[in-house]
């Protein structure tokens, strides 16, 4: 392999299909999605948006779980082949750090997960109700049973939190999108550092909508992998069309050291709203990556997406053709 792969582990069961006899595509999905359908969970309307981790030789992940009241929730999972997922049938219920976390930040709602081990824990993000506005939450775990919520990163509106596997430049880095309160018609990616995961600053714009299946915005989505030629950067990008949006997954290469400088953008998406289980659904033609699995060994990598928010679905390539692909048609 080419491109050497930085900070990831030896994780030789991840979920593997090898390509399709005929596909010319570097992205391309499981013969068996959905994998985790809506109606897992007896309380579920639908599981989708959701991010999974290697943990204890076998596999975790926090779940979006939108019950049948229609209200956001996070639950817990576990899986030994990361593909058949058992879920806690209860809401996670956050630990806050201190009183006055818990006086300011009561549970309202929370979505679009995200997970990452960094030196000593697994942190989570996610879009959190502050005041019934969308910002972004962030908490952590050690065991993915007791769960430990934080102050939040930003005032609203903000959404897709993201953090960085690692510090760099002696900071934490996280990317987010500032938004407003509905289904936002805008949206750039920016990046922030902090020294402590509690107060952020030194915002850096990264980059935002050009056109066609990225035009309208784009957000953030698996945690970013590193590699010898950057920042493997996996990311939404929104088309409006005349029947709604349509969301589409793409890639970007940054920086190594300033990751909020783009080296290359691929042009083209690399996965688009086309089965029926990513057309049809409670928000239809949506494809929106959450979580990637990758194999140091082999680069091979498991992607983790939400289908038409409605439910979970898997996707395989590898880091060397995605990142070749990205540098030749960006």
């Not at 997960?113 to 993000?125: A, G, K, L, S």
């Not at 953090?163 to 922030?192: A, C, E, N, W």
């Not at 035009?215 to 590699?227: D, F, L, V």
Request: charged fraction near 25%.
């Amino acid at each position: 392999m080419g491109i050497k792969i930085i900070n990831e582990k030896s994780l030789p069961s991840i979920p593997w299909q090898d390509k399709p006899a005929g596909c010319r595509d570097v992205v391309w999905r499981y013969s068996e999605n959905p994998i985790i359908k809506r109606d897992l969970l007896k309380c579920s309307n639908s599981i989708f948006n959701s991010a999974v981790v290697p943990f204890n030789g076998q596999y975790a992940g926090v779940f979006r779980v939108d019950d049948k009241r229609r209200n956001m929730q996070l639950h817990a999972g576990f899986s030994k082949d990361a593909v058949s997922w058992m879920l806690n049938e209860e809401k996670i219920e956050w630990v806050n750090e201190d009183a006055k976390t818990a006086e300011a930040n009561p549970w309202q709602y929370g979505y679009d997960p995200r997970v990452v081990w960094i030196e000593d824990r697994y942190w989570v993000t996610w879009c959190n109700a502050y005041g019934w506005k969308p910002t972004i939450g962030i908490g952590y775990t050690f065991d993915f049973k007791k769960f430990y919520q934080c102050e939040n990163a930003f005032l609203p509106f903000n959404r897709n939190g993201v953090l960085f596997p690692r510090k760099i430049g002696g900071k934490y880095v996280m990317f987010s999108r500032p938004s407003d309160s509905g289904h936002t018609p805008f949206g750039d990616m920016y990046i922030s550092q902090s020294p402590d995961m509690k107060y952020w600053g030194e915002h850096r714009h990264v980059m935002g909508p050009r056109g066609g299946w990225e035009s309208k915005k784009i957000g953030a989505g698996p945690i970013p992998i590193e590699t010898s030629e950057g920042w493997l950067c996996i990311y939404h990008g929104v088309l409006e069309s005349c029947n709604g949006f349509v969301y589409s997954l793409g890639a970007a290469i940054l920086d190594i050291n300033e990751p909020w400088k783009v080296k290359y953008r691929c042009d083209e998406y690399l996965l688009s709203p086309q089965m029926d289980y990513e057309c049809w659904g409670d928000v239809p033609n949506v494809v929106f990556p959450c979580a990637a699995l990758c194999d140091a060994d082999t680069g091979r990598l498991a992607i983790y997406y939400g289908c038409a928010d409605t439910h979970v679905g898997l996707a395989f390539g590898t880091v060397e053709e995605i990142v070749e692909y990205t540098k030749a048609h960006s």
